[in-house]
């Protein structure tokens, strides 16, 4: 059972800046950030691969946010980085992981996620 364990997130003005970060316990083939706003679908926002350090960015965020990795203290921690902010960016984030091959690119395809940590953007 991998447990994650996310910290970041709260409440900036539109134009700003939060970096989340989330803890792995043990290794994962990948790890990134979902999202969800009330009523819409969890849609995803960054992923990572362990071996390769490809990345994926939803369009909406391209540009503003960067996702990156941290293997210190033998701790998988990704790492996510959103500047300029806007309101349609307010939503609960999930920290996502899979453990096992195969795509991160689907909430289907996730295997833990964390608790979630709310953004709240304000204009």
Known sequence: Q??????????????????????????TY????????PGQERERVATIYTNTEGKFYADSVKSRFTISRSRANVKNTA???????????DAMYYCAAKIGGGSCD???RIDYWGKGTMVTIST
Request: aromatic share 6%; proline share 2%; with cysteine.
């Open 79 to 89: 790492i996510l980085q959103m500047n300029s902010l806007k309101p349609e960016d």
């Open 30 to 37: 990948c790890m990134g950030w979902f999202r969800q706003a």
């Open 2 to 27: 991998v447990q994650l364990v996310e910290s970041g997130g709260g409440s900036v003005q539109a134009g700003g800046s939060l970096r989340l970060s989330c803890a792995a316990s043990e290794y």
């Open 106 to 108: 689907t909430s289907g």
